[in-house]
Nanobody, 125 residues
Framework: QVQLVESGGGLVQAGGSLRLSCAAS????????LGWFRQAPGKGREFVAA????????YYEDSMKGRFTISRDNAKNTVYLQMNSLKPEDTAVYYC??????????????????WGQGTQVTVSS
């Protein structure tokens, strides 16, 4: 299992940007598919983006396409989420997650075996 630690959350005005980072410890980071999810108060965990292990192919929730970019740096064992044009409805705790192996159901939080503790993102109007 890989250990994940998110950082980079904070308070930002609508229209602003943040870059979240998720640092992993453990072996074989490059073999993990990585995802970002978010959870707003009173809501379920929502898929944001994912990136595959083999070819760094990105996946996005439709409402975040064009605003969010997921990337990974295997040399630094880190996955990033660049968030631009933030909206108040993006306010949530953002979690990164990892799983080795198949990319089937990569948008489903049940797919992932390792989770970080989350980082709060608050977007003010």
């Amino acid at each position: 299992q890989v250990q994940l630690v998110e950082s980079g959350g904070g308070l930002v005005q609508a229209g602003g940007s943040l870059r979240l980072s998720c640092a992993a410890s453990g072996r074989s980071f490059s073999s993990y598919n990585l995802g970002w999810f978010r959870q707003a108060p009173g809501k379920g965990r929502e898929f944001v983006a994912a990136i595959t292990s083999s070819d760094s192919n990105p996946y996005y929730e439709d409402s975040m396409k064009g605003r969010f970019t997921i990337s990974r740096d295997n040399a630094k064992n880190t996955v990033y989420l660049q968030m631009n044009s933030l909206k108040p409805e993006d306010t949530a705790v953002y979690y990164c997650a990892a799983r080795a192996g198949s990319t089937v159901n990569i948008r489903n939080f049940n797919f992932y075996s390792s989770w970080g503790q989350g980082t709060q993102v608050t977007v003010s109007s």
